[in-house]
């Protein structure tokens, strides 16, 4: 493999520094004792002793991390088979339609999905809490998994799956052995991507919660009349640095218990 | 195939053991509906304190659930699906709901604290004799300004916002009504008015206000004044007072052609399930102390009088948010415009937006 | 046989379109035709001819043009240097995290970045230039709007590139092509579903962007997303709201038609 040129690395460097700066930001002023963000008086670890104190906001962010993770899980089963369905429908127009209907909920702006999901749920009888906001994630999340999914079914090259008919696999066999792991990565950037639709999500979310249940998008929205408190910032950051520290844990284990198997193979 | 099975497994086992620790977090467990008080407020705008004094009180495990606009929570009052039993909604979508059916009237009898409250902000038209509402805050609309930066101009005078000198220099609140309501009462004209010819010379003469706007932005217009980012906002008395307490070089005034009153009532939803919890709720509120704890909390005006007496005499002498009697006498209540009329000032605040780029 | 398999995989997803797909369209069509007094009409539909509502159209496809090209400028090399790197996928998920942050706290955030005494204003004085207005121009906003999109447009270029055959670009050269040639003859065309997949991604979401316009903007960008939130939350005139939403959609579909792929389904069967 070919070394990044410097320019290359700068460039990198470049897109992380803007990507990370607004984080950085909001950190900085997490250790700050004025209170809001608009002024750094000095340096304070009072936010995140009142995270550990507030037992309400910490309920919270665990509801928002499951359900992001379940809604994720979820939606990215229903998407990978919804885009191995499309692409198995020869009709060019009722693939066109499929993918059309699959977008819908990509460009309707959020008050029209919640409200809508809301009069669905009331309609259907579905008790309003963890189960409605649960089901109305994934359900916004769906589409995102397939528009991922679907470039890679559809470079996916035929004769692979002609030949493993050939030889002798069964249609479950087809399915693990051959088109799954091809388009591993369009599925996991369609679960990442589900992630983030679903921590992102406010208005959907706010229509559809209820009896007590909340996640964090909504809490901080309705701070920001009365301002939002430097708390959010605490919790942010450890949540930040959580996931960093999972991620690049998580990263390194995995690649190297692979390498050991590499060794023994 | 086997990661993909791996990552599924972990997420389930991830999500389940959070599942538990929330349970073992939240105490609220078990409780039947009897002793439970939802409370449906905006956010950060009450003293949680408050709420752990009433739970201890009275034995009742209050769940608070927030909302972001009042138009929202309207909705979700609406469509049910969840047994609100407090909500804390301004007074024009009082008498929307009001009119809709949607409030459960108020017992006094069951709220002894209600002779705190100064009686100028009860029996009000969006609904007399408060039957169904309890003032909880209030305020006015006005002009926040940096003295600093505007040449002397004390903002006496809605004109004064039209000053060539102020080129990009004026905040705008996102809010049809506050806006379109500064220029009819700029023209002195109520804001309240429902005359097209009035209304076309409010857009005319709002127009020409256009050069003078900076940005018409929302809640984060607090941020922008305490940054001086610009040195005159037109926006609420409550957001002016959280951004005089963080930059003290601010200042706030209330032009004499008149501007608005609003409130922010204690309501109890149709939804409700505990109504007796939440009369309990409303007279625990209304008493001198919680109200001078909240009020201090808050940084808003109370129509608690009270609780003004044990508050500090600088903050309940300011007349800039304690506007004195004479000064009330130009303020006016939004009143409910009807949908047309709704429609017609939001096309109005749309096309002033768009003389904006 | 095989063609039953395919189109079981399709059965949940079926009934995930026919709930959460077409209750909303539903909800739309039928609030479009209502006007302020519940009575059917057409009204809002003309009333969306009117010029306010065209003008808002058109600027709400130039800017969400505008972010599609630059997030897209910005994220082939992105990816394409992301498939260079020793730890790729570590790389790209890195890529991915901020954008599990709040977005309303990061814009908060971007608020105080850009601002007249903000960090990016105290460099340009550095250099003994006068503070700028960052805020509130159309630059910062398309700038805010790219940075939330940039991920979306990241992995699915990133998943073209990943499985491309390093000999494929390899004959190319040794076949005399230059740099350019190779990749618009080699790499470009073999990436181009991930690109497109790109360009859906963040077009047609950023055709109803909303919160940005008000808070990085100050309304001086004014979206269909903005005027539907008004319409819904302000208002209270869903039949406007909706009237806009169904346009939205009409024009998702024609984005979908022009970007889509042509007979090139059937390969799994």
């Known amino acids: ?265 | 195939m086997k990661q993909l099975i791996q990552a599924t497994i972990a997420i389930l086992l991830i999500s389940g053991a959070l599942l538990y620790t929330t349970k073992l977090l939240n105490v609220s467990g078990g409780k039947t509906g009897k002793d439970i008080l939802t409370i449906y407020n905006w956010g950060e705008y009450i003293d949680p304190d408050l709420l752990k004094a009433f739970e201890k009180e009275t034995g009742i495990h209050v769940i608070y659930e927030t909302f972001d606009t009042n138009e929202a929570m309207l909705t979700k009052i609406e469509q049910g699906g969840t047994a609100y039993d407090i909500a804390v909604p301004s007074e024009y979508i009082i008498e929307k709901m009001r009119e809709d059916d949607l409030l459960i009237p108020i017992d006094h009898s069951k709220i002894p604290n209600l002779k705190n409250l100064d009686p100028y902000f009860l029996n009000l038209p969006f609904d007399p004799h408060n039957k169904y509402s309890i003032p909880y805050f209030w305020g006015t609309v006005g002009v926040v300004f940096n003295p600093e930066f505007v040449d002397g101009t004390d903002f006496d005078s809605w004109q004064d916002l039209w000053n060539p000198d102020f080129k990009r220099q004026v905040f705008l609140v996102d809010s049809a009504r506050e806006v379109v309501g500064m220029g009819l009462n700029s023209l002195d004209y109520s804001l309240n008015s429902k005359d097209d010819h009035q209304l076309a010379e409010a857009e005319a003469k709002l127009t020409t206000l256009a050069p003078n706007v900076k940005a018409i932005i929302g809640d984060e217009i607090t941020q922008l004044m305490v940054n001086n980012e610009a040195h005159i906002a037109l926006t609420w008395s409550g957001q002016a007072a959280d951004m005089l307490s963080e930059n003290e070089a601010l200042d706030y005034a209330v032009p004499q052609e008149g501007s608005n009153l609003w409130f922010d009532n204690i309501v109890i939803p149709k939804t409700s399930k505990n109504v007796e919890g939440a009369h309990q709720f409303i007279n625990f509120m209304l008493s001198a102390e919680a109200g001078a704890q909240n009020a201090d909390y808050v940084g808003y005006s109370t129509p608690n009088d009270a609780a003004l007496a044990l508050m500090d005499p600088e903050v309940v002498n300011d007349e800039r948010f304690y506007p004195d009697e004479e000064q009330r006498d130009t303020l006016e209540v939004y009143k409910n415009l009807g949908p047309t009329y709704i429609g017609i000032y939001n096309e109005l605040f749309l096309r002033f937006k768009m003389a904006i780029r | 046989m095989q063609t039953k398999t395919s189109k079981g995989a399709l059965f949940p997803y079926v009934i995930w379109i026919a709930l959460f797909v077409i209750a909303p369209i539903a909800l739309v069509g039928y609030y479009s035709l209502l006007d302020l007094q519940g009575n059917f009409s057409l009204e809002n539909y003309k009333t969306f001819f009117s010029s306010i509502y065209l003008k808002m159209t058109l600027s709400s496809f130039w800017y969400a043009f505008l972010v599609t090209f630059f997030a897209l400028l910005i994220s082939y090399p992105t990816a394409y240097f992301l498939t260079k790197t020793k730890y790729k996928h570590l790389w790209l998920l890195l890529i991915i995290i901020p954008s599990w942050i709040n977005l309303l706290l990061k814009t908060y955030a971007f608020i105080g970045i850009f601002g007249l005494f903000g960090p990016i204003n105290a460099v340009i004085e550095m250099f003994g230039l006068p503070a700028q207005q960052i805020l509130f121009t159309d630059i910062s906003f398309v700038f805010v709007s790219v940075y939330i999109f940039i991920p979306f447009m990241i992995l699915p270029i990133f998943n073209a590139l990943d499985k491309l055959n390093p000999t494929l670009i390899d004959a190319s050269r040794d076949l005399g092509a230059s740099s350019l040639t190779t990749f618009r003859r080699v790499i470009l065309p073999l990436t181009m579903d991930g690109v497109k997949s790109g360009i859906q991604v963040v077009f047609i979401p950023a055709l109803s962007l909303f919160m940005i316009t008000r808070l990085i903007a100050g309304n001086r960008v004014i979206t269909l997303g903005t005027a539907i939130e008004q319409q819904f939350l302000v208002t209270q005139n869903w039949g406007m709201g909706s009237t806009i939403a169904v346009f939205l959609i009409l024009f998702m579909v024609i984005i979908m038609l022009v970007t889509g792929q042509k007979n090139k389904g059937g390969r799994i069967r």
């Open chain 1, 1 to 265: 493999m070919k070394k990044l040129s410097l320019s290359a690395k700068i460039y990198l460097a470049i897109v992380f520094i803007v990507l990370y700066a607004p984080i950085f930001y909001l950190i900085m002023y997490s250790f700050n004792s004025g209170g809001t963000m608009n002024t750094f008086d000095s340096f304070t670890l009072e936010h995140y002793q009142a995270v550990f104190e507030d037992t309400r906001l910490l309920v919270i962010l665990i509801n928002t991390v499951v359900v992001a993770l379940l809604s994720a899980l979820v939606s990215t089963i229903i998407g990978v088979f919804g885009a191995i369905g499309i692409v198995s429908v020869k009709k060019a127009r009722l693939r066109n339609t499929l993918l059309s209907l699959n977008n819908v909920l990509i460009v309707s702006p959020d008050v029209i999905i919640g409200a809508s999901f809301l009069i669905l749920f009331t309609m259907i009888g579905i008790k309003l809490g963890f189960a409605s906001v649960l089901i109305a994630h994934i359900a916004f999340s769906v589409p995102i998994v397939v528009l991922m999914v679907l470039p890679k079914l559809l470079e996916m090259n035929t004769s692979l799956i002609d030949a493993a008919q050939d030889l002798g696999a069964s249609k479950r066999d087809i399915l693990t052995r051959v088109i799954l792991p091809y388009i591993k990565p369009g599925i996991f950037a369609g679960f990442f991507l589900a992630l983030t639709y679903s921590l992102d999500d406010f208005a959907v979310t706010f229509f559809v919660t209820g009896n007590g249940f909340s996640t964090l998008s909504v809490e901080i929205y309705s701070m920001a009349r009365a301002g939002i408190s430097l708390t959010v910032n605490a919790i942010s950051g450890l949540v930040f640095l959580v996931t960093i520290i999972v991620v690049v844990g998580y990263y390194f284990v995995t690649s190297k218990t692979k390498r050991k198997v590499g060794d023994r193979a």
